[in-house]
């Protein structure tokens, strides 16, 4: 008998289903290989949990239909996780599944699984000798210790050899080790930095645009355990990895680890939850520090990697603010003006000593917002009322005409509603525009934009030059930037989010860690009031600070990490069905309704409420909103309601 998950994404089929096992197919099937069973009167795709001799079902058995492969392509390990994941996120297994399991190609399946290589030496401790708990952790990450550290990497920390050391002591310990970052950039530099301290062989790289064969073998290899280390994007945190000893995960608060798809489960989440199944070592490891984080220390789970004063003194480049009495002193416009003269010394010098200069811009594009010149109100679109801005693309010869960002219509005339003035201004400037105007106020000097809508550059070569970088597209500059400006600081601190400031301060200090230290020159700029938080924060370089006055808060307030809340969103008539028959704990606040905007497919009135509990209740929570699921898929109802637990976007 074979107890099998069938792909059918319906809640109330969320559980495992027993099949027969005809003798034809008793030498090869095993737990973990996929099949295909007859359900409901159609063949659909499955994998096979367990097998058992006896089943708690009193009939007949059907027979399972085919064995599609009899590679064990989910581990019990594997299907523990998604188990545990789709009960802690409102989800079903089957949406975890097709997360954790890259679809089937049979060309990788045909090749022999290759010998693991050798365990490596232990990795050199210099690495981490500036942490005072550095070393200790590596030895016990070495030693199979399931130990768990909350990482604060110095600035201009080489975090990708660090990360790769890591992984050569879980290797030379006889242990498996799992690194997820955000985004290709990252992995590029991770991937590299293992390659040079890792046997060849003993890692693979597990990156959604990779090919299907080629990312299906990867998998492969870390399922047979020919590779024991796996390092990867988002999905990378299922991926099935022989004698785990120690996942870790860099820059935890980059949204890109957020997965868009249900059941909306974050990586550092995931991975957290993976320590405590399998027993193994965690590394929580970033620049800056996030409240999540900051509670994982608090509760005694985990244990701060953080270096001491004078280190990180030696280490962070000068940073200066706006706002100094000596700075309004000396230039008193400098609290309005987009690039203060501090900044442009500042930059003039880094040219001058030949260092690249950041410019870090939080809008991309030339102008992606417009308003009127006369009344300031914000330019509409005259058919669909969609915000109207400027590409960074010029026109038809040369000329940039301003265009709707909903619609793409052109707007080569103006006249606004309110004053019927028709000359527009630019209210939001973007990279490419930054990048012009720095153009003209430092001729000679190269410019370079690194940004979505032109091009990410993954490195920039010493020498003299201004980069212009949206956050998070920031290139490596060999041997480090001579400066940073920081500029347009209202955009990212007056964002109606609650994590704007930590969010800022994580995108600033990313920016700000590829500067030289203070004793080799660098400096940074930064475009905002030094009396806020945020400012203080970066000027002091103290992230836990922040961190922890940002829990401090949030569990005044009510808010995550403190406790758990749930998203539901539907219409109106929907959400009424659900909440009537939803159990709340005892101790849950339901907050709501508030509009929510329609989604791209979807029409007519959208509401969303959200659902408060304790920290301690959030299981319960889940398992309330799975049920009530279960019970709207049985009765076939219509109309999906979209449940997300922990969102990051509260607004």
Not at 69 to 78: M, N
Not at 442 to 466: E, H, Q
Not at 490 to 517: H, I, K, S
Not at 569 to 586: G, I
Request: charged share 25%.
């Amino acid at each position: 008998m074979a107890r099998v998950v069938v792909d059918v994404p319906l809640a109330h089929l969320d559980r495992p289903f027993d099949y027969a096992v005809p003798e034809e197919m008793a030498a090869e099937i095993q737990a973990g290989c996929r099949v295909r069973v007859r359900f409901a009167g159609q063949l659909v795709d499955g994998f096979v949990l367990e097998l058992a001799d006896t089943s708690e079902h009193d009939g007949k058995l059907a027979p399972l239909a085919k064995l599609v492969s009899a590679e064990p392509v989910l581990t019990p390990e594997a299907a523990t996780l998604a188990r545990a994941v789709a009960e802690r996120w409102a989800g079903t297994l089957t949406d975890v599944l097709r997360l954790a399991v890259p679809p089937r190609r049979a060309a990788p399946e045909k090749r022999p699984a290759a010998k693991p290589p050798e365990p490596p030496e232990a990795p050199d401790p210099a690495g981490f000798g500036r942490y005072p708990t550095g070393p200790e952790f590596l030895s016990a990450v070495a030693e199979g210790r399931p130990v768990h550290a909350v990482w604060t990497a110095l600035p201009g920390e080489d975090w990708p050899a660090r990360m790769a050391e890591l992984c050569q002591a879980a290797l030379c310990g006889g242990k498996g080790a799992l690194v997820v970052v955000p985004d290709g950039r990252d992995l590029d530099r991770l991937a590299a930095a293992a390659g040079e301290r890792l046997p060849a062989g003993s890692f693979v790289v597990l990156r959604a645009d990779a090919a299907p064969d080629t990312r299906y073998r990867r998998f492969l290899e870390a399922a047979r355990g020919s590779a024991k280390v796996v390092l990867g994007t988002r999905a990378a945190a299922y991926a099935p990895v022989a004698d785990l000893g120690l996942v870790a995960i860099w820059d935890d608060g980059d949204d890109l680890h957020a997965e868009p798809r249900a059941p909306y489960a974050n990586a550092r989440d995931v991975l957290v939850h993976r320590s405590y199944l399998a027993g193994c070592a965690a590394v929580v490891a970033a620049t800056a520090r996030t409240a999540e984080a900051a509670l994982l220390v608090e509760s005694g789970w985990a244990h701060e990697l953080t270096a001491d004063r004078a280190t990180l003194r030696a280490a962070a480049p000068r940073v200066q603010a706006l706002g100094e009495d000596h700075e309004l002193a000396r230039d008193p416009a400098a609290r309005t003006a987009r690039l203060p003269s501090l900044a442009h010394r500042v930059a003039r010098q880094a040219l001058a000593d030949g260092a690249p200069v950041l410019v870090q811009v939080p809008r991309s594009g030339y102008a992606p917002g417009l308003s009127c010149a006369r009344c300031r109100a914000p330019a509409r679109c005259s058919v669909c009322a969609g915000p109207l801005g400027i590409a960074s693309t010029p026109g038809p010869g040369g000329s940039r005409v301003p265009a709707c960002r909903w619609c793409a219509r052109p707007a080569a005339t103006f006249d606004c509603p309110h004053c019927h003035a028709t000359k527009l201004r630019a209210s939001v400037v973007g990279a490419s525009r930054t990048a012009e105007e720095l153009g003209r106020a430092f001729p000679g000097a190269a410019v370079r934009v690194s940004g979505r809508s032109s091009g990410v550059l993954p490195s920039v070569p010493a020498g003299p030059a201004l980069v212009v970088a949206t956050p998070g597209a920031e290139p490596v500059a060999e041997g480090g930037y001579g400066a940073a400006l920081l500029l347009d600081s209202w955009a990212l601190l007056g964002r109606a989010d609650l994590r704007a400031g930590e969010e800022t301060l994580r995108r600033w200090m990313n920016a700000a860690a590829l500067v030289r230290p203070a004793s080799a020159g660098g400096q940074v700029v930064v475009a905002a009031d030094a009396a806020h938080a945020v400012v203080q924060a970066l000027v002091r370089w103290d992230p836990a600070w922040l961190a922890e006055r940002e829990l401090a808060d949030r569990r005044a307030l009510g808010f995550p990490p403190a406790t758990r809340i749930a998203s539901l969103a539907a219409s109106p008539a929907a959400l009424a069905d659900f909440l009537e028959a939803l159990r709340l704990p005892a101790d849950a606040d339901l907050l709501g309704p508030v509009p929510e905007p329609a989604r791209p497919g979807q029409e007519g009135e959208r509401e969303r409420y959200l659902v408060r509990v304790p920290r301690n209740d959030g299981l319960a929570l889940a398992h309330a909103l799975t049920e009530v699921q279960r019970v709207r898929s049985a009765k076939k109802v219509a109309e999906h309601v979209r449940v997300q637990l922990d969102p990051l976007d509260l607004v």
